[in-house]
């Protein structure tokens, strides 16, 4: 029986850093319209996945397909302009700049990821089009941010920088949002709520989510499908209730 094409398709990734085995052989689906999440412990390879996926960083073998199309060739910069956004583990903003700039960036679908060029080509007027920062608006206003607008990204706290890259993802009407630890800083009572924002900007705006995060209780109520990595490989694959009570996962958590 065909399955529904996965938006994101990897299958038989491996990547290393020297001698170091980051990914082996690994291999993840993204179906249309979920929220996937991507978990395992420290070191696992789950940011390193988001970076092949990206193309920041090369993969000897293997292959990600996005609709269907080999992403092979593609350069990081032109990502964005075939729908695949994403946030860093380590904050990707720029600190001096207002919100509002930031996330008109993601809404300058022309830039494709290019921050440096952006800034340095002439700025204003590429960059400060109406039609852009109407939609950075409608973005920040649907995550909350429309009050700090005007504020300097980098005056924000850690987990408001953290919204603004999504904000930012968000502002490039992506088909897929690569999310790498999203919910960093912030408190148990926060995380319920953020949880909510998430769960609401995939159904608005009808894409799917691969999600790395570190807060159980988030990623088990959130996604529809969970893929665990371990030492650089897949361990496990399965609903929240499979990977709660998954023998090998429990074990890798533990650090046997
Ligand atoms: P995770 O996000 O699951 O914590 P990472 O993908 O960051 O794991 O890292 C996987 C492995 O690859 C780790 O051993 C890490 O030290 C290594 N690694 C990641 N990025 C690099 C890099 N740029 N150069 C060398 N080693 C790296
Ligand atoms: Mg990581």
Known sequence: IEEVRPVLRARGVSVQFGGVKALT???????????????????AGKSTFLNAATRLVNYATG?????????????????IGKGVART????????????????????????GGNFAKAIFAPFRARVLERSTRERAMAVLEEVGMAN???????SLPYPLQKRMEIA????????????????????HGEVHEFGALVDGIRRRHNLCILLIEHHMGLVMSLCDRIVVFHLGRNLAEGTPAEIKSNDAVIAAYLGR
Do not use: W
Not at 25 to 34: F, I, K, M, N, Q
């Open 63 to 79: 292959s990600i397909m996005l609709d269907g199309q080999p992403l092979e060739g593609v350069e990081t910069r032109e990502m």
């Open 88 to 111: 860093f583990q380590n904050l990707g903003i720029y600190a001096s700049m207002t919100v509002l700039e930031n996330v008109m960036l993601g809404a300058h679908h022309r830039l």
């Open 25 to 43: 052989d690994v291999s993840l689906s993204v179906r249309p319209g979920e929220i996937c999440g991507l978990i395992g412990p420290n070191g």
């Open 148 to 154: 700090l607008a005007a504020r300097a990204a980098g």
């Open 168 to 187: 930012r993802a968000l502002a490039a009407e992506p088909k897929i949002l690569l999310l790498d630890e999203p919910a960093g800083g912030l408190t």
